[in-house]
């Protein structure tokens, strides 16, 4: 017994007082004062308390190796979590982890657990790493399986300098702090293979990571933010899939007229506007959660709330390029659909696009592909679909945006235009051979465009059934939370 | 006359006709010879059951075979039905061994395949009471050399397959044949002292009693067949929902950290499982295997221990191999308390341990459900591999502070060492990942309940799909 309580001790005390105020003294938390912060106050089981690394001799040092595992609750949902602990060799993680991360991850599998991650830390410890048996460390070091349909959901937190960051591009929700930063690989190496000199922050800090490559889903200022922030998010997602998420009541009458739409969206289809303000008009109040607000911002993605169940979102964003698709757009819808497929989670879309960016850059960057790719992803979810077309919807990209999915229900406002492709595009194309030998080419333009706009209009599709129905803008909200209620999957 | 009026008439020849049909069961049963100790199959069922709560499938069925009117032939030997014990419902199959002697009449047969795929479809569990007898083919005499009615027994019969209805059987007397085959596929099987099972004849079939392992419970009398049969449908989990919980008492003497290396196996279960939830099937010095609690989570487990190591020998491994199949049939967590030094030399030479022994390996690796493991004293080669093994998939090992982990006995393997000198209690496989938690023997409880509840969360997802090469076949989502 007294061997017992001394090796907890150790393993509670590792690093001393001193670790505690050199993480302070650079404005970060130890990892239990994180796991502190995120999960519900006495409910954390840590798992192999006694574990080390393989060097015997370093054991009293070494508890963890690393990493702290175990399970807790949060909001009384049980939640596996797995932090980086700095106080032990930088919070890299070593071979002897392999026996350890694979009995955890067995139990999350069996228990279809939430897994959170909080990291910090040097990946792959280098020098016992140099070894042949390094092998064996992608079969076993990249994260969980998502193992349908024992699949738990994945949110991943950055809390500092962290590398070979694989939980962060399997997460299903993703933060990192200002302060932090994600690459494959650090500068160093960088150097050392290509003689390329970066910082750490160009190569993969918080602004690169949300404006440039999207692959966080959040930046906050500090530790604190970034665990409440989990915290929040979890909160709009079921544990696993095919169980519900939790239901909040938000207060919000889900027979709310929207009259104010009226006054958000122009009737020109050329003006531009925020569509974050229709989101936050539709959805219950004060729900909405935006995933990557910076990168690609002519999508705007999230979660939010309608009823009390979470719904996915993804609309068009008029006031940025005038809400095309574009390469990025389908990065960005491309979380969104992976969600809504493997979690089995509602989708709202809300589609006013001009269509596919056409510009030799995109066609560049393979855009045909990665929409091929995107457009048979979009009808992978069985889950209840609901598409609202507020304006415009033009081309391949109301199909990206999951427009007239036969399995899903579609609205569109009674001013919107559904064509192939821009009115205007159209006749110029069309009757080129005519406007040419036009004496008032523009006369011409004027009438034959409001002549198309006439069959753009959502009528004809109404009337065949492609459309489900032609809806009044303010009675969207109840239309939506109906349509969702109707298609939800009993469970 | 009206029709209500005729209808209620005593006179009513259809109402005389039952009243008559009734009546030759109840001579039937009226002249039924008694003896002490032994119910008849009607008698037992009411002993099971929920009073009033019996409904009868075939009440006036008889076999076709006979030309006496019925009479000598009621139910055609095979009571069914359906009922429910502690208010959960079952289904029902009693033998009766007065009528033909036989079990495997037609009509009987008809009614046993529609208990066995109504159970199947519904999920609820089925009683079996066997009492053959002599097993004689009567429904198919093979002096008549026709195969009258033989098509209805070539229909498969939803047993042992994954989705099958637990099936419980309990035998109270010579059961020969397709009934003893049916018997032996059974989830959990009590046996009177008159017992047997058998595929071959009477006079080749061994005699009753324990047969080196085939029951997993061997009592003294119906009755008290009856009351385990009781005890194990309170102790399972619902099929409906697997992680339904019983109530949760204390255990009778709680763990301590005076506790001793070497416990009693009886101070180990009094110490872990919730007081007055153990049914144990094998209960030998040494080993004790069975259904329990803890903190209110029913598991199959099975228990080593005491003043001298124990060995494992065939009757032991056969015996955790049923807990085993207990757990990956009806969901249950299991979970070992092992204090072993390996395997019983003598009994591991005979081929029919090394059978036995792969067929425990198989139905402990095949489950599904939670699996937990905790070292109390010798966990050499983690008290054998059949018992904790990772590679049989334990989900989570721990031991007390004076438990010894090494790779094998260090005292067969090093005469004259002492186990302190060449292994390190627990700290080392602690360090490395074969044991996940050391704890104090007052904390053992409390935590095997604590990942009891984390691992039951994921019961009612159904197990990822396995290919041939061992993979998940279910990583890709259905589109």
Not at chain 1, 187 to 202: H, I, N
Not at chain 2, 78 to 107: C, F, N, S, Y
Not at chain 2, 281 to 304: E, K, L
Request: glycine share 10%; aromatic share 6%; net charge negative.
């Amino acid at each position: 017994m007294a061997e017992l309580h001394r090796r907890r001790n150790c393993a509670d005390n590792l690093g001393g007082v001193v670790a505690v105020e050199r993480a302070h003294a650079r404005g970060l938390l130890t990892a239990p004062e994180r796991l502190e912060l995120l999960l519900d106050p006495g409910s954390r089981v840590p798992f192999g308390t006694l574990f080390h690394s393989d060097n015997l001799s370093q054991a009293d040092e070494t508890f963890g190796d690393g990493e702290l595992d175990g399970f807790g609750t949060i909001d009384g949902r049980w939640v596996a979590y797995f932090a980086s602990d700095p106080r032990v060799k930088g919070g890299s993680g070593g071979p002897a982890d392999f026996l350890h991360a694979e009995t955890f991850r067995n139990i999350v599998e069996k228990a279809a657990l939430p897994l959170i991650y909080l990291m910090q830390g040097g990946g792959a410890r280098i020098d016992e790493a140099m070894s042949s048996q390094f092998i064996a460390f992608p079969a076993t070091g990249m994260g969980v399986r998502k193992v349908f349909p024992r699949r738990g959901v994945f949110l991943t937190a950055v809390l500092g300098s962290y590398y070979a960051p694989w939980n962060v591009a399997q997460a299903d929700f993703s933060v990192m702090t200002e302060s932090s930063n994600i690459s494959l690989t650090a500068p160093p190496l960088v150097y050392v293979g290509t003689g390329q000199q970066v910082t750490a922050e160009e190569l993969g800090g918080a602004q690169v990571q949300a404006r440039v490559t999207g692959q966080i889903d959040a930046v906050v200022p500090d530790e604190v933010a970034a665990l409440a922030m989990v915290r929040v998010a979890f909160g709009y997602l079921p544990s696993r899939a095919g169980i519900d998420p939790p239901i909040v009541d938000c207060g919000d009458s889900p027979d709310r007229s929207c009259p104010e739409l009226y006054d958000i969206v122009p009737t020109a289809l050329n003006r531009a506007y925020d569509v974050r303000r229709v989101i936050t008009t539709i959805v219950d109040r004060n729900s909405f959660l935006e995933f990557s607000p910076e990168f690609a911002r002519n999508l705007v993605t999230g979660l939010a709330r309608m009823n009390g169940r979470t719904v996915l979102l993804i609309a068009n964003q008029p006031k940025f390029l005038a809400g095309v698709i574009d390469s990025g757009a389908v990065i960005k819808a491309k979380k969104i659909f992976n969600l809504c497929n493997e979690l089995d989670l509602p989708l709202l879309s809300l589609v006013d696009t001009p269509g596919v960016l056409p510009t030799k850059e995109q066609e560049h960057r393979g855009v045909m592909t990665a929409l091929y790719e995107h457009g048979i992803r979009r009808f992978r979810p069985t889950a209840p679909k609901v598409t609202v077309v507020l304006r415009k919807g033009v081309g391949f990209a109301i199909g990206a945006m999951s427009g007239g999915d036969p399995e899903g229900i579609t609205f569109a406002w009674p001013n919107s235009q559904i064509c192939f492709t821009g009115v205007e595009a159209c006749v110029r194309v069309v009757h080129r051979r005519e406007i040419e030998e036009s004496d008032d080419p523009s006369a011409l333009i004027t009438e034959l465009s409001e002549r198309y706009t006439g069959t753009s209009a959502p009528w004809s599709a109404a009337h065949v059934g492609y459309l489900d129905d032609v809806i009044d803008p303010a009675e969207t909200r109840m239309r939506v939370i109906r349509a969702f209620e109707v298609t939800r999957r009993h469970r | 006359m009206s029709e209500e009026a005729h209808v209620s008439s005593t006179e009513d020849p259809g109402r005389q006709r039952l009243e008559m049909e009734r009546e030759a069961i109840r001579d039937f049963e009226a002249c039924r010879p008694r003896v002490e100790g032994v119910l008849s199959p009607r008698e037992r069922i009411q002993a099971l059951i929920d009073p009033g709560s019996f409904l009868e499938l075939g009440s006036l069925t008889r076999s076709q075979q006979q030309s006496d009117g019925g009479g000598s032939t009621p139910a055609d030997g095979l009571v069914a039905g359906w009922a429910t014990v502690h208010g959960r419902e079952i289904a029902l199959l009693a033998e009766d061994p007065l009528v033909l002697k036989m079990t495997d009449a037609q009509v009987a047969g008809d009614k046993r395949l529609r208990i066995l795929n109504t159970s199947a479809i519904r999920g609820v569990p089925i009683v079996y009471m066997a009492d053959g007898q002599e097993g004689e083919w009567a429904g198919f005499p093979v002096d008549r050399g026709d195969l009258f009615g033989y098509h209805r027994y070539q229909r498969t019969e939803p047993v042992s397959s994954e989705l099958a209805a637990p099936l419980i059987t309990a035998v109270f007397g010579r059961c020969v044949g397709r009934a003893a085959e049916l018997l032996m596929e059974a989830d959990f099987v009590v046996s009177t002292q008159r017992g047997s099972l058998s595929i071959v004849p009477s006079e080749l079939a061994s005699e009753p009693g324990d047969q080196d392992g085939l029951f997993d419970l061997l009592v003294e009398d119906d009755r008290e067949a009856i009351a385990n049969v009781r005890k194990f449908l309170s102790s399972t989990p619902s099929t409906d929902d697997p992680r339904a919980l019983g109530t949760a008492e204390m255990p009778r003497r709680p763990l301590d950290d005076s506790l001793l290396p070497h416990a009693s196996v009886d101070d180990v279960i009094d110490g872990l499982f919730d007081e007055g939830s153990i049914l144990s099937f094998r209960n030998q010095p040494g080993f004790v295997s069975g259904i329990g609690a803890i903190t209110g989570h029913r598991v199959a487990f099975a228990v080593t221990g005491g003043p001298t190591p124990h060995l494992l020998n065939t009757l032991d491994v056969t015996a955790i191999g049923r807990v085993a199949h207990l757990s990956r049939r009806l969901r249950m967590p299991l979970v070992f308390v092992q204090d072993a030094d390996g395997y019983d030399p003598a009994a591991a030479r005979s081929p029919e341990f090394l059978r036995r022994l792969a067929v425990a390996l198989d139905e402990v690796r095949k489950t599904w459900a939670p699996k937990l493991v905790l070292v109390t004293g010798h966990g050499h080669v983690l008290g054998s591999f059949v018992m904790g093994g990772r590679q049989l998939g334990m989900d989570y090992v721990m031991a007390l502070p004076f438990a010894q982990i090494a790779p094998r006995d260090v005292v067969a393997f090093h005469p004259g060492a002492i186990p302190g000198d060449l292994v390190d209690g627990p700290w080392v496989a602690a360090g490395f990942g074969h044991l996940d938690e050391v704890v104090a023997p007052s904390e053992a409880r409390q935590q095997m309940a604590t990942f009891l509840q984390i691992l039951s969360l994921g019961l009612d997802v159904p197990p990822p799909e396995v290919d041939r090469r061992g993979r998940y076949v279910a990583d890709i989502p259905k589109v």
